[in-house]
C-alpha cells in the first residue's frame, strides 16, 4: 500500500485547523457575508460595511422627503 501524500500525514497528525476569517475586501473587516451586486464578480461591501432598509421603509422616507 502507498504511504498518504505529506500533506494528508501532515494533517493526520496536526488537524485541519480553522480556516482564517473571511475579510471584506472593501473595509477590511472581518465578516460572514460579502454582497456583489447582481452577476458583478466585484464585490460592494460586507454585513459590516452596507447598511439596508425595508423596501416599505425606504418608500416612505423618499415620500417624506428624507
Known sequence: MLP?????QDA????????????????GKECER???YNDSADPIGCDQCISWI???GWREAEEAGE
Open 4 to 8: 498518504d501524500a505529506p500533506w494528508i
Open 12 to 27: 493526520e497528525r496536526n488537524g485541519f485547523g480553522d480556516p482564517p476569517p473571511a475579510k471584506c475586501p472593501q473595509c
Open 34 to 36: 460579502i454582497y456583489f
Open 54 to 56: 425595508f423596501a416599505d
